[in-house]
C-alpha cells in the first residue's frame, strides 16, 4: 500500500465510518462497533501502527496488540455471552493489521458452523442500539 492511500483505521474517516464506529483507543489497538451486527456485539480490534501483517510488528507491540485483543474477547464474552467467537485477520483489500471478532450463537444458527461473511449487509442498528453497545464495551475494558 502506497503511503498516498487512504486508510480508515488510521485515519477514522469517511472510510471507518462506511463500516464501522470508532468504540475506543487501547494501548496498542483501536476498538471498532462493526455496523452490521448480524453477529451481535460483532468489532475490530485494529493495530494503532499502520502495518500489513502481524509480523510486522515488535515482538513487544505484537504482544501488547494480541493482549488487547484478548481483554476484547473477554469483554465480548461478558456482555454477550457467545458460544463462541470467530477470529478473522484477512487484510487482502484493507492493508492495515485488524483482527474481526464474530460472536456466534447457537440459538440463533446464522452462520454458525461456517465462516462468517465479512459483510452480510441483514442487520443495521439504530443510532441509539450503536450507542448502547459502545456504552457496555467501555464500562468493560475500563
Not at 37 to 50: D, E, L, Y
Request: contains cysteine.
Amino acid at each position: 500500500m502506497s503511503e498516498a492511500q487512504p486508510c480508515g483505521y488510521c485515519d477514522e474517516g469517511e472510510a471507518l465510518a462506511a463500516f464501522g464506529i470508532k468504540i475506543m483507543d487501547l494501548p496498542a489497538s483501536k476498538l471498532v462497533l462493526f455496523k452490521e451486527q448480524s453477529h451481535p456485539g460483532r468489532v475490530i480490534v485494529a493495530s494503532k501502527f499502520h502495518v500489513d501483517e502481524i509480523v510486522d510488528l515488535s515482538k513487544e507491540d505484537r504482544e501488547a496488540f494480541l493482549e488487547d485483543v484478548n481483554r476484547v474477547a473477554e469483554a465480548t464474552h461478558a456482555i454477550f455471552h457467545p458460544d463462541k467467537i470467530n477470529y478473522g485477520a484477512y487484510g487482502d483489500t484493507a492493508h492495515h493489521l485488524h483482527f474481526h471478532l464474530v460472536p456466534k450463537y447457537h440459538e440463533d444458527e446464522f452462520e454458525w458452523g461456517t465462516t462468517f461473511a465479512m459483510n452480510p449487509d441483514r442487520e443495521y442498528l439504530t443510532d441509539e442500539a450503536y450507542s448502547e453497545i459502545i456504552a457496555k464495551y467501555k464500562a468493560a475494558l475500563a
